[in-house]
């Protein structure tokens, strides 16, 4: 009997020791964590051109006028577009404009699409082109970077054109996205 009660004694005191694991095993896993935290985004985009400039001339061209006036833009205005207007007298007249767009904020960027707006005539005698800048060129924060445009007189026109078809506009746009690639990748 005594071994009995012994016995008893000890699976009593085993299902207590199981019991009490059970309980602080269930109030370790059943203790509530808090996390608390703040995150701010301090970055900023800031992706225009700077300024545009008649750079050089060729033979009677001359530059009427760029839009917008990059010398005397109102504070805070920003532009990633611009026209220029140019006088093309004879065949090979150009005039070669440089452009500068400049990153001011603390994000690199991309360039995904440079557009040229340039309705062309029926005589086709004014061309364009453009050089030191191309689709997915990088932009890194606080840099600038120079580009020409050229507007030219074709040199291959051997008769004058009609007066309606003297005269074109082009218009330059340039659209820039955050450039996600990694450094080094």
Not at 158 to 180: F, G, H, I, R, W
């Amino acid at each position: 009997m005594e071994q009995r009660n012994k016995n008893k004694n000890a699976l009593i005191g085993g299902l207590l020791a199981i019991v009490f694991v059970m309980a602080v095993g269930y109030a370790a896993f059943a203790t509530q964590l808090n996390i608390n935290g703040t995150a701010n985004i301090t970055s900023n985009w800031d992706v225009h051109i700077d300024n545009v400039v008649a750079t050089d001339t060729v033979g009677t061209a001359t530059s009427k006028s760029i839009t917008p006036d990059f010398a005397n833009l109102p504070e805070g205005t920003k532009t990633l577009t611009a026209s220029f207007e140019t006088d093309l007298v004879a065949p090979g007249d150009a005039v070669t404009y440089t452009v500068t767009v400049k990153n001011g904020g603390s994000l690199d960027a991309k360039l995904s699409e440079i557009a040229f707006n340039f309705t062309e005539n029926d005589t086709n005698a004014i061309q364009y082109s453009y050089s030191g800048i191309a689709k997915n060129d990088t932009l890194a924060a606080g840099a600038s970077k120079d580009f020409t445009v050229t507007v030219k007189y074709k040199d291959s026109i051997t008769s004058q054109p009609a007066d309606a078809d003297k005269t074109n506009e082009l218009t330059m746009t340039l659209s820039y996205v955050q450039d996600t690639t990694e450094a080094g990748a």
